[in-house]
């Protein structure tokens, strides 16, 4: 097993490929298992493993047997892969890896490539429906083999320029890639100049429907905030739902729910389950055990007060700093901060400075990181206070010594080490 991950990780060093040639190259070697899978496919800038997350919960409560795949994992690569919430084994990664591995090899596929078709693989004949979160874009992302009854887009904005276009037209047209022939479309991105580039795509392929979530009647109303999530009245088309409990902080997580929903009608629209309302109920209030979603605004500590979330770009610490500046949250914060030399760093140091006391800056432990002395320079120069530490570790060491209320983000390898350390924390207690 551990051979068989150096070898998938070796592999990252490829980098990203754009196409999908070996994507398909490698499923027509193993029998196309993509063509038989029922999908709901999920891209977007941010929120897009939010929105598979609940999707993936809520269809696990209503009898589904549900495949969710997502990316980046956070403690293991097992996570990447689930069904019905639960991780795949060991032997499911031996097993897949060892049938993809020749037509990898002679292919040269990616990392990303062949995680892809491991779980296309491993959903095949063991599921009754699937839901696929992209990796990166949509156009040229490896999920995009599948051809998705529901394609959902969540938002649009800036992220991996390099590889998606550096306006925010380019990165839609990237993410409009995932819009398929005879799929019902729903779009959460609310900028109105932007849709013509969607209804553009859906022309020319032909879809069954579009819909924009913000055309469906969504509203909503917050009618309490505590640190275990919300409680809300929300309306999603001809569904209403009184005092519903989101185990989320936000607004753009009841966003992210009302997106889930709005796909999920298109999904049930022949045929709604018995007890919709419940399933629905029950799938969000239940998301983390059904799904291993983590880090999304996530309290895990009352005293002091520690949230850990995967934010790591500007749009995502611009909400981040949204929610913790209002109660029911405190203000004043230590910010353990780590991020990836490639990200706007600059940008999402100007949001988080405006909760921050004091950032506590470590590099994760990826060849990818930025350079904590670059990174404190920069903080520093914004004139917020800034101390480096040798690890991810120590600097959440530090910053919960002092007291303050802390939280930890900028990458998903920030909340690995994080978690890690917890629970050394927790093992010596």
Same mark, same amino acid.
Request: proline share 5%; charged share 20%; with cysteine.
């Given at each position: 097993?551990?051979?068989? %991950? ?21 499923? !027509?070697? %193993? ?11 999920? $891209? ?10 609940v ?5 696990? !409560?209503?009898? !589904? ?26 032997l499911?990664?031996?097993e %897949?890896?060892?049938k ?12 990303f !490539? ?10 095949h ?19 995009? =083999? ?34 398929? $022939?005879?799929a ?6 609310p900028r109105?100049?932007?849709?013509? &580039? ?20 969504w ?6 905030h ?8 929300? =309306?999603?088309?001809? #569904? ?12 753009h997580?009841?966003?992210? &729910? ?9 999904? #049930?629209a ?8 419940e399933?629905?109920?029950?799938? +969000?209030?239940? +998301? ?6 983590? $880090?999304?605004?996530?309290? +895990? ?14 749009a /995502? ?11 029911p @949250?405190?203000?004043? #914060?230590?910010?353990?901060f ?14 988080l ?7 506590y ?5 990826t ?19 800034a101390?480096?530490?040798?690890? &991810?570790?120590? $600097? ?6 002092? /007291?303050?209320?802390? +939280?930890?983000?900028?990458? @998903? ?7 890690e @350390? ?8």
């Amino acid at each position: 097993m551990e051979e068989i %991950l150096t070898k998938l990780y070796s592999l990252q060093r490829r980098g990203i490929q754009p196409g999908l040639e070996r994507t398909l190259a490698m499923l !027509e070697h %193993l029998g196309n298992p993509h063509h038989a899978l029922n999908v709901l496919h999920v $891209a977007g800038t941010n929120g897009k493993g939010t929105v598979a997350c609940v999707l993936a919960s809520i269809l696990q !409560e209503a009898g !589904e047997t549900v495949g969710l795949y997502t990316s980046p994992h956070i403690r293991s690569f097992n996570e990447r892969i689930r069904i019905n919430g639960v991780p795949i084994t060991d032997l499911d990664i031996v097993e %897949l890896y060892r049938k993809v591995e020749p037509i990898a090899e002679s292919v040269g596929a990616t990392f990303f !490539e062949i995680t892809t078709v491991m779980a296309l693989c491993k959903f095949h004949k063991n599921t009754t429906t699937n839901v696929l979160e992209c990796g990166l874009g949509g156009r040229f992302d490896a999920t995009n =083999v599948v051809t998705p009854r529901v394609a959902i887009i969540t938002s649009i904005d800036y992220d991996h320029q390099e590889w998606l276009g550096s306006t925010l037209e380019a990165i839609a047209g990237e993410k409009a890639g995932i819009i398929k $022939a005879g799929a019902d479309v729903i779009l959460g991105e609310p900028r109105t100049e932007l849709r013509p &580039i969607f209804e553009a795509r859906a022309a020319e392929v032909g879809v069954r429907s579009i819909a924009y979530l913000d055309e469906l009647g969504w509203r909503y109303s917050i009618l309490d905030h505590s640190l275990e999530g919300m409680h809300l009245e929300l =309306v999603v088309g001809n #569904w209403k739902f009184d005092n519903f409990f989101v185990p989320f902080h936000g607004e753009h997580q009841i966003r992210n &729910i009302g997106i889930a929903l709005a796909a999920l009608r298109c999904y #049930w629209a022949d045929a709604p389950p018995p007890r919709a309302e419940e399933i629905i109920r029950c799938g +969000v209030a239940n +998301v983390q055990r059904n799904s291993g979603i983590r $880090a999304r605004i996530e309290v +895990v500590r009352r005293d002091p007060l520690l949230v850990l979330d995967v934010a790591h770009n500007p749009a /995502g610490c611009r909400a981040l700093v949204e929610v913790l500046s209002q109660p029911p @949250f405190p203000s004043g #914060w230590n910010v353990v901060f780590g991020v990836m030399r490639d990200k706007d760093y600059a940008a999402m140091l100007d949001e988080l400075g405006k909760i921050a006391t004091c950032f506590y800056i470590a590099a994760p432990r990826t060849e990818r990181s930025c350079d904590p002395h670059t990174l404190a320079v920069a903080t520093r120069n914004r004139g917020y206070a800034a101390n480096v530490f040798p690890s &991810i570790a120590e $600097a959440l060491r530090a910053a919960l010594a002092s /007291g303050m209320p802390t +939280v930890c983000l900028g990458s @998903f390898f920030v909340i690995e080490e994080t978690l890690e @350390f917890l629970d050394e924390i927790e093992a010596r207690a």
